[in-house]
């Protein structure tokens, strides 16, 4: 699989994740996939359960894509998630085998306040 295709295919994955289509939005992966959240210490494996523990979850979801990049079997992407309007800044590591994802990683940072020793050296993105 080229990386336009890959590309593509984690185009429509982060579409369907906002529009909360969950068929489409497991399409991306292996049956046999991974997927860790090193900061609670889960992990969950296999497609199936990986679709169910997405939709079991309560809150409204938005996904707010700011930049994928990679090559070849690894990408990144970097989003903003929001929980009932309260954004989580989320990296999603994806390593691909035969076209699908067969692990993904999703690291969490909640927004914080700018250090003010800093102030007088930084702009507000």
Same mark, same amino acid.
């Given at each position: 699989m080229d990386d336009r295709t890959i590309r593509a295919a984690l185009d429509r994955h982060w579409q369907a994740s906002d529009a909360s289509d969950f068929d489409v939005e497991h399409e991306? *992966?292996?049956e046999d996939a991974v997927l860790d959240y090193p900061q609670s210490g889960e992990r969950i494996r296999g497609r199936h359960n990986i679709q169910e523990s997405r939709t079991v979850?309560?809150?409204k979801k938005r996904f707010t894509v700011r930049r994928i990049v990679g090559s070849?079997?690894?990408w990144v992407s970097e989003f903003v998630l929001s929980y009932d309007g309260m954004p989580s *800044? /989320? /990296?999603s590591i994806m390593e691909f085998r035969d076209g699908r994802v067969a692990r993904e990683t999703q690291y969490f940072a909640d927004r914080f306040d700018p250090g003010p020793s800093r102030a007088h050296l930084v702009e507000q993105a």
């Open positions: 991306i *992966y292996r979850q309560p809150n070849g079997d690894l *800044y /989320v /990296v």
